[in-house]
């Protein structure tokens, strides 16, 4: 019983079952959705991620080529001879599927003008004689060992008649076995030398008497040549030749993860200032005297010349696309497809290349080529790479 003015005790009540299964719904809902906002945020992070370093990746191998490829020609306009007399190879040379699997392969060739001097004289222009040493102005910049190209400026005869004698550049390539105050001792021996130096008569015979504005000029030679290794295909490898692919063996690695490398080049085709006549003989744009190649013309655009023929249409501008792919476990849908690199409406003449796109979306692994197998994501880049001491103000 209870007294007048006392307050009644109710029995303590906690939650019911329902009520805590209720509770506990909720909050599982909510913490699913919170998980399912914070994997998909991840999984965007780790994407985007992975594309920016793909484009980090693009970006340093672009600028690594690029460098390269815009001194191409420097002191070489015509080209150069390198350990024979029977061909002038071009200051850039392109090949299509070099790798011999679709990518294609460049090399460059250039003098460095940060290490240079004035030859003062040859032991012999006569180009019947051996040659072995030179003397120059100053021998500062250079040490045994240095592999150096010799350039001047000298007439040639490009047919009958005193209208087809032109200015030409002549550079050949020797390397320097002894440097003994000012004089250079040319290796006869080894990778870039004969036992004659053949491919130095031109420039000798071509030296001048006196100190004219064509003088003579010795500058370290620079070769680079780019290609992605054809041995190691899963990987996907960029590689580097510091002798742009005249040595054998010597490619170095850059990179890992590429999957293409296509070149166009861009050719003044009228007719040049020594007028010999460069008629396009199959033009497919509207420019009479400019054309793209993306081809295997390109091929034969930049192969050695034979002889004294330097009659080669003026290389204007190179552009270079570059694939690049993710590696390792992706979170995120592959790409469906890789990048087209052509216009497939004139594969061989256009600006880009000749890759068409490859499907990958629903092809099983042993259905693609190896460099495309497992789920990846695919981004490129090209770069246009005005040929300054070629023939970029055609």
Known sequence: MTRPGQRVRRPARGFTLIELMIALTI????????????????????TQSRVADLQRTLTAAQDVIQRDVRQAGFGMIDGVRVASASTIRAAVELRDNGSGFGPDELHVFYADPSAQARVVSFDSTNALTPF????????DL????????????SLVALGPGADNVVAHDRACVVQLARVTGTSFVAATTGSWGTSNNDQCDEVRVGHP?????NTSMVYKFV??????DPARRSLGVLQQSPSGGLL??????????FTDLQVASRWYEGEDDSGRQLADSADVDTDPLREWYSGADQDALTAPLAG???ARPLLMQVRVSLVVRTRGTLDAVGSAQTPALTDTARPSNNDVGNRAAITLAGVPDASRPEELRGDALYRYATIGIDLRNLAVSR
């Open 27 to 46: 909050s599982a809902l909510l913490v699913g959705m919170i998980l399912s906002i914070f994997t998909r945020m991840s999984t965007a992070y780790r």
């Open 132 to 139: 072995a040493s030179f003397t120059v102005d100053d021998p």
């Open 142 to 153: 250079f040490v045994a060992g240095d592999v150096v190209v010799i350039t001047n400026r």
């Open 209 to 213: 008497t006196t100190v004219p504005a």
């Open 223 to 228: 070769a680079r040549g780019y290609r992605l």
């Open 248 to 257: 054998a063996n010597d490619w170095q690695d850059l990179g890992i993860g």
């Open 308 to 310: 004294v023929d330097y």
